[in-house]
C-alpha cells in the first residue's frame, strides 16, 4: 500500500511516517514506477509498534532498540523488561512532580480570592 493508505491504517501523519523512514526506523518495502514509497504488511505492523511505543512515551532510541528486539525471535524478555521499566519509572517521577505543582497550584487558587482587588497571591508567589 502507498504511504497515504499506511499512514492511515497506522493512525500517523504521512509525514511522520517519511520522517521514521528518513531516520531507518522503518522502510518501504519497495517503490512504485512513479517513485512512491510502498509498504508491505511487515512495514505497516512496525509503524504500528513504533506508534504504541512512541504513545508511551518511548524516545527514538529507545523504540529503535525495542523495534530489534521485537524482530529478533532470539531475544529475551528481560532486555524488553529493563527498557519498560525504566520508562515506567521515569512515567512515576513524572506523576510525582504533577501531584506536587497540582497540591501547589491549588493550594494558591483556593488563596486568591478571585474579587476586583489587585492583590493576589498567585501573581505574588510568580513574581
Request: aromatic share 8%; hydrophobic share 40%.
Given at each position: 500500500?502507498?504511504?497515504?493508505?499506511?499512514?492511515?491504517?497506522?493512525?500517523?501523519?504521512?509525514?511522520?511516517?517519511?520522517?521514521?523512514?528518513?531516520?531507518?526506523?522503518?522502510?518501504?518495502?519497495?517503490?512504485?514506477?512513479?517513485?512512491?514509497?510502498?509498504?508491505?504488511?511487515?512495514?505497516?505492523?512496525?509503524?504500528?509498534?513504533?506508534?504504541?511505543?512512541?504513545?508511551?512515551?518511548?524516545?527514538?532510541?529507545?523504540?529503535?532498540?525495542?523495534?530489534?528486539?521485537?524482530?529478533?525471535?532470539?531475544?529475551?524478555?528481560?532486555?524488553v523488561k529493563l527498557i519498560?521499566?525504566?520508562?515506567?519509572?521515569?512515567?512515576?517521577?513524572?506523576?510525582?512532580?504533577?501531584?506536587?505543582?497540582?497540591?501547589?497550584?491549588?493550594?494558591?487558587?483556593?488563596?486568591?480570592?478571585?474579587?476586583?482587588?489587585?492583590?493576589?497571591?498567585?501573581?505574588?508567589?510568580?513574581?
Amino acid at each position: 500500500m502507498n504511504i497515504s493508505a499506511a499512514s492511515k491504517l497506522v493512525g500517523l501523519p504521512v509525514k511522520t511516517v517519511r520522517y521514521y523512514s528518513e531516520i531507518g526506523l522503518v522502510e518501504a518495502s519497495s517503490r512504485s514506477d512513479a517513485g512512491y514509497r510502498i509498504y508491505n504488511d511487515m512495514a505497516v505492523r512496525k509503524l504500528m509498534f513504533i506508534r504504541r511505543s512512541r504513545s508511551f512515551g518511548f524516545t527514538i532510541e529507545e523504540c529503535r532498540e525495542l523495534l530489534s528486539l521485537y524482530q529478533d525471535q532470539g531475544r529475551s524478555s528481560a532486555q524488553v523488561k529493563l527498557i519498560a521499566s525504566k520508562r515506567l519509572a521515569e512515567i512515576e517521577i513524572k506523576q510525582l512532580e504533577l501531584q506536587s505543582l497540582h497540591k501547589e497550584l491549588a493550594h494558591l487558587v483556593k488563596a486568591c480570592r478571585g474579587d476586583h482587588r489587585p492583590d493576589c497571591p498567585i501573581i505574588d508567589y510568580l513574581g
